[in-house]
């Protein structure tokens, strides 16, 4: 029974037991898990035992995965030329990110905004600066103005003036002066009424309305009722336009200063300007942040310094991109955010990292490679491996504990170990006097210490002994 091998695994009761002794002096618990190990034949369990060693190995000469500076690596292996250009694109991208921090401090200098984080703040930024290069011109004090604190009334503004303007232009051409302060709403309503009845001329109020709207016509009056009516409903608007304009005076005056001119101020430019800051970008600008456009004089070092700004970040973002794809990074695993939540600092470091040890790459890829062969061979290790932190001197004795006390599925066997391991299992105290007696058992005997029963043994001193019992 204690040589009868077990299969798959060709393991006897007594090789198992010698395992079991062996692997219960291994330092610490694995924390992972094994796939079916009491089916593994005994090349399987070397196959994977070398696996592990070599893994293990790789750790321990090129350090610990989660501080490997090419963590995260996904790709082959890469020819002499892909080196040299992976060492070019990895320059490139540094130097982008290196100008870009350089551009984006400038920028924060400028409007009083904090450094940005990640890629996301970094391109608000950049349209708080290209927005800033864009400012049409103004009365720059007038902009200080709170009317300005909500961007919707000042709009109102110019929309309300630009349509009066635009009716006033129609219809100075059409009426007199005098109309526009004219009341036509019973004109309208006359006209509404009686235009299409065929006793419409016996109505002296008919004929009243129909001569005071004459009189306020430049132009000869329309014959047909429906026209007479539109060029009515035109005026009434026109009044009204005039009406409403004319309360925004004071709030014109005070969001356009010098350039405001009442119905000829030129709407194009004061639509220029509030289209410009309807699409500013406000989010993150201080409480003086309109107050510092207002009073920021723009150099042509600082407009070149923007334009720098948008050429460096477009170019760390595709290069960042190319690198990305060309190494099939995992960015949970460097660690980096996606997209706009990428932190500039982490990216900084990584690439860093990168330039120090570019050579360390093809290690990184051939551990790698190792650790997709035991995903392939389903092994739980591979992960924990790739993303824990583990001692190397302890990955390989644990796995062979972990198949050794999995091996044993058959009751009669578990049951015929466990009976053997009991009787060389003792207490700490019981081991230490077997030893004790051991050692009594191979020393010399002395007087003191030897027993009656005690022989000699075959020394000098003791043929001596022998030989003086005689001749007495």
Not at 24 to 45: C, I, N, Q, V
Not at 56 to 63: N, P, V
Not at 338 to 358: F, I, N, Q, Y
Not at 440 to 454: E, G
Request: aromatic share 8%.
């Amino acid at each position: 029974m204690m040589h009868t091998p077990h299969e798959p695994s060709g393991l006897t009761p007594f090789k198992l037991l010698g395992n079991l002794i062996r692997a219960r002096d291994s330092s610490g618990k694995p924390d992972y898990s094994l796939d079916a190990p009491e089916t593994w034949t005994p090349l399987d369990f070397e196959t994977r035992r070398e696996l592990v060693q070599e893994l293990a190995e790789r750790i321990a000469s090129d350090g610990p995965p989660h501080q490997h500076p090419w963590r995260g690596v996904g790709r082959d292996a890469l020819d002499p030329s892909e080196m040299q250009s992976l060492r070019d694109a990895i320059d490139a991208l540094a130097a982008s990110l290196m100008n870009l921090v350089v551009c984006a401090e400038r920028a924060c200098t400028l409007f009083g905004l904090s450094l940005p984080e990640s890629f996301g703040e970094m391109a608000r930024l950049l349209k708080v600066a290209e927005a800033a290069a864009a400012m049409p011109e103004c009365d720059r004090r007038a902009f200080c103005s709170p009317a300005w604190a909500r961007a919707e009334d000042v709009a109102e503004i110019v929309e309300k003036g630009e349509r009066f303007s635009k009716l006033r232009h129609a219809f100075d051409s059409a009426f007199v002066e005098s109309a526009w302060a004219a009341s036509l709403d019973e004109c309208r309503a006359t006209l509404a009424a009686k235009s299409r009845s065929w006793f419409r001329w016996l109505s002296s109020r008919y004929r009243e309305q129909v001569s005071l709207l004459k009189s306020y016509l430049k132009v000869p009056l329309p014959k047909s009722a429906e026209q007479r009516l539109l060029l009515v409903d035109g005026l009434i608007a026109a009044q009204l336009a005039r009406r409403s304009f004319e309360e925004l005076q004071e709030a014109g005056l005070a969001a356009f200063g010098a350039d405001w001119r009442k119905d000829k101020s030129d709407w194009a430019r004061l639509g220029s300007l509030t289209s410009w800051w309807s699409a500013f970008p406000k989010e993150g600008l201080p409480e003086d942040g309109r107050d510092r456009l207002a009073r920021l004089t723009l150099t042509a070092e600082d407009r070149r310094s923007f334009a720098l700004f948008r050429e460096n970040f477009e170019a760390a973002k595709s290069g960042l991109a190319h690198l990305i794809g060309s190494l099939q990074l995992d960015l949970q695993r460097v660690p980096l955010d996606p997209k706009d939540r990428m932190l500039v600092g982490a990216v900084v470091e990584t690439v860093t990292g990168w330039r120090k040890s570019p050579e360390r790459i093809t290690r990184w890829i051939a551990f790698m490679d190792r650790i997709r062969i035991a995903r392939g061979k389903r092994s739980r290790f591979a992960d924990r491996g790739h993303s824990q932190r583990f001692a190397p001197g302890r990955l390989a004795r644990p796995y062979l504990r972990t198949v050794v006390l999995r091996s044993h599925a058959n009751p009669n066997l578990r049951k015929s170990s466990q009976s053997q391991a009991l009787r060389w299992r003792g207490s700490r105290t019981s081991r230490r006097k077997l030893s004790q007696a051991r050692r009594r058992t191979h020393a010399p005997c002395t007087r003191s210490d030897r027993p009656r029963t005690c022989v000699a043994p075959a020394t000098e001193w003791g043929r001596h002994r022998s030989i003086g019992r005689a001749q007495r």
